[in-house]
């Protein structure tokens, strides 16, 4: 079937277009200059945005120049006017020595400020000397506060053993002036812009006297290093506070990862030999008779504030642990002549008895807790029979040790001999109207003596724990005081002291990490000593995060140990350790490695503030400080806040 089309193809079809009249064309004429001065005029207004942008682009810019010169200017008259007032100070110490040796602090600081402001007062141009031409700011400094900081100065070393001094023996032979500073700067630049720098922080002064030798307990030293030999290692770079010294030579390195601290040391370091070792980046050694070596990267430049002591007489070690077993006995601690033997010791101690009445040397050596008790008048003094009549207790056996305040007065030691019940000894100077009482208690079993363990040396209540084996110890918990306000304690022990947990002291005696005396408890007693004549001080931290503080000053020292160095008489760990924490000090025969990535010690500063303060019967020698020039004065500044605001 076939489909017809009857609807036309439009495609096909012709298009009709409508025609328009002539006339209509001419009013369009003129339509091309209207755009173009439409297009002209946009263009323009353009032209005009962009260079208003432009400009307040560079206004901005120029502004932001200025303020950066100005900020740049006054953080720049800071750094000048700091540096002149460690020029002012050290000008200000007199060139001889004198005691004390700054007649005056106060007034120094007086005419430091005086100087600062009549200097740096005006409008100072940083376009002079060496920067003329490079820098057209400027700066004044419109504010300077310079005093002393309360409890400055203090005595950093005493000479005991030479008269002639005014006051008389002691004789302070070293002091430390500590100043509290406040510097605010104004910067100028070409433009108005101006910005405002404070800074605030403390200049430590140390003033050394003529060398003197003086009769010290080895709590003395912030570190003491006896067997340090050449070629070992440097040390790990940080602060370390207090004196330290080696009968070797100190070892030092260049700054490279991942050690990348300075060397700051605030006190005076000395050693017996002659040069220094520097490590270079290569791991060079350069043997200098000076305090740095190098240049650029191999720079090794510790700073010294206290000053470096070449050529230093030998420190002698103590050459056992029989003085402190002689305190358990008598309290004194010092009448054994050098020439006793052990067999002699031995038979000594048979007048400590334990709890059950049985003494030392008839027991031959069997595990327990003996102590000097005395039962007659003669034995006891003014104390009534029972008393406490030695220093402390003599462990027989390895023990574990744990040190608890209680109350304001009281501290208790929970002692667990070897394979034996725990003994719980409560101490309370306080109790029994003043007379003190001794509180012993073993399972059910109690015993209270009048009277507390005495130092007979300075009639002081002071506590001698000596184990004879290794001797674990510790605090009540983690960051938990240990020590009592005014407790006195020495824990020394024949074998290792392994510290498992924190031991602390209830109130920290110094600032951390400033190290700086705390008024209120700078004239406190509490004091902890540990000693180890034949072993290791070893931290073995048992808590979650790895990290460890025992305070106190420790000293694993002897003259035998220091023979060899093979293992003993030094500072170990057993597992990893994070952060070791000590306020006291650190004293050993030899120096190794251990696991630790962190330690920090900050130094009792009564230590050499207070003369002859020290742990009771702690190790004792000669110590020589100060030399060879008449006076010697080092200087450090601690930046401690820094604000940065405008002046408008």
Not at 331 to 357: D, I, K, S
Not at 384 to 406: R, T
């Amino acid at each position: 079937m076939n489909i017809f089309l009857t609807t036309p193809i439009a495609a096909l079809l012709p298009i009709h277009r409508p025609c328009r009249p002539v006339q209509s064309r001419a009013g369009e004429r003129g339509v091309a200059l209207v755009i173009t001065l439409l297009t002209l005029a946009m263009i323009t207004a353009l032209s005009l945005g962009m260079v208003i942008a432009f400009s307040s682009q560079t206004l901005i810019g120029g502004y932001y120049r200025n303020y950066r010169g100005s900020f740049y200017a006054a953080d720049s008259g800071l750094n000048i006017a700091r540096q002149q007032l460690q020029t002012q100070v050290l000008a200000g110490v007199p060139s001889s020595w004198g005691n004390p040796p700054i007649p005056d602090p106060t007034a120094l600081a007086a005419t430091v400020t005086s100087s600062i402001q009549s200097t740096y007062g005006g409008s100072t141009s940083l376009n002079t000397g060496t920067a003329g031409q490079s820098w057209a700011e400027n700066f004044k400094v419109i504010n300077t506060t310079f005093a002393l900081s309360p409890g400055s100065p203090t005595i950093t070393s005493n000479n005991t053993s030479t008269g002639g001094c005014t006051p008389v023996i002691p004789c302070p032979t070293g002091f430390q002036y500590v100043y509290n500073y406040t510097l605010t700067s104004v910067g100028s630049a070409q433009g108005s812009e101006q910005q405002t720098v404070t800074e605030t922080g403390n200049l430590t002064l140390n003033v050394t006297g003529q060398s003197a030798t003086s009769s010290q307990k080895f709590s003395f030293f912030g570190a003491f290093v006896d067997n340090y030999p050449p070629g070992i290692g440097p040390l790990v770079p940080g602060t370390m506070t207090g004196p330290m010294f080696t009968n070797k030579a100190w070892e030092f390195m260049a700054n490279q990862p991942p050690w990348t601290s300075p060397y700051v040391f605030t006190d005076p370091i000395g050693q017996v030999m002659s040069s220094v070792d520097y490590w270079d980046t290569g791991w060079g050694q350069h043997w200098v008779a000076g305090t740095s070596y190098g240049s650029g990267a191999n720079l090794i430049a510790p700073t010294f504030d206290g000053g470096l002591f070449l050529n230093q007489p030998t420190v002698t070690l103590p050459p056992n642990a029989f003085n402190q077993q002689e305190a358990v006995i008598d309290g004194n601690g010092t009448l054994w002549p050098p020439t006793e033997t052990a067999a002699q010791v031995t038979t000594a101690l048979g007048v400590l008895q334990n709890l059950a009445g049985q003494t030392f040397a008839a027991t031959g050596g069997t595990p327990g807790i003996y102590m000097h008790q005395g039962n007659t008048a003669g034995t006891c003094g003014t104390v009534a029979p029972p008393c406490m009549a030695g220093g402390g207790f003599f462990v027989e056996g390895g023990a574990n040790v744990q040190l608890i305040p209680s109350g304001a007065t009281a501290q208790i030691y929970k002692i667990t001999p070897q394979g034996g019940a725990t003994t719980t000894i409560t101490i309370d100077p306080a109790a029994n109207g003043g007379v003190g009482t001794t509180v012993i208690t073993t399972g059910g079993s109690t015993q209270t003596l009048n009277g507390v363990p005495m130092d007979t040396v300075n009639s002081q209540a002071s506590t001698m724990v000596y184990v004879n084996g290794t001797m674990y110890f510790q605090g009540p918990g983690e960051g938990l005081g240990a020590v009592q306000d005014n407790a006195m304690i020495t824990l020394a022990t024949s074998g290792d002291a392994i510290a498992t947990g924190d031991v602390l002291y209830k109130t920290e005696p110094v600032t951390v990490p400033q190290d700086a005396l705390i008024p209120a408890a700078a004239n406190m007693n509490q004091v902890l000593g540990i000693f180890t004549a034949n072993g290791n001080f070893i931290t073995q931290d048992t808590q979650a995060d790895q990290n460890i503080e025992v305070d106190g000053s420790i000293a694993t020292i002897s003259a035998s140990e220091s023979l060899s160095c093979n293992g003993t008489g030094g500072q170990l760990s057993y597992g990893h350790i994070n952060t070791f924490n000590n306020v006291g000090g650190m004293e050993q025969s030899c120096i190794y490695a251990a696991d630790v990535n962190t330690e920090n010690t900050w130094f009792d500063r009564r230590f050499t503030s207070r003369p002859n303060f020290a742990p009771p019967w702690f190790p004792s020698t000669q110590v020589t400080t100060g030399g060879p020039l008449p006076v010697n004065t080092g200087l450090h500044v601690q930046r401690v806040q820094w604000l940065s605001t405008s002046s408008q």
